[in-house]
């Protein structure tokens, strides 16, 4: 009912959050927000989910995002004049072009080491492929998730409608799937 995120919320500032941790979606994030914005000794609101723009409009709302640490990354821009220099083409979207190349480099050099096609053998040699150019982070692939062994995240926060960044750090997936 409507009033179970004040429910929330008061538990929360009774028993001396200072954060409180959010993925139950944005409707839920900025009613929230708009009941502890002005309380004494309200807690700091973190979401976790993808940023939105209506978000913009709730100061101090912290976010996490994967894609902020690629917005000021040099390597991108070089890389979308080589796409000019080779294509005669703009890159539109930098970050899509750099995970599309990730993407491709990881493939080709997966074909170079397996020195084959043949699926198993490009599987196992993909699995050891290291040093993948994701802007100017090299990844290398966990053979158990097939994901990224580290990345980089941002944490955002929410101020003068623009999401400005916080804190920068590299995170590691877990090492094997469960």
Known sequence: GPD???M???????GG???MVSCAGSMVVRDIWRAVRNKENAFRLWYGG???????SFDGIYAADQDAPLDGDGALVRLGREIWNETNTRVGDKKAAARAYAVCSWV???????????PEKLSKAMETVEGIPLG????????????????????LVAGNRQFKGAA??????PGYLP
């Open 108 to 118: 080709l050099e997966g074909l170079r080491k397996a020195g084959s096609q043949s």
């Open 136 to 155: 100017s982070l090299a990844l290398s692939i966990n053979a158990a998730s097939h994901r990224p062994r580290f990345r980089n995240v941002a944490i």
């Open 17 to 19: 959050a200072s954060v």
């Open 50 to 56: 993808a940023l939105i723009p209506t978000l913009l």
């Open 168 to 173: 920068q750090f590299q995170i590691e997936g």
């Open 8 to 14: 929330i919320e008061s538990e929360a500032v009774s």
């Open 4 to 6: 179970s995120f004040r």
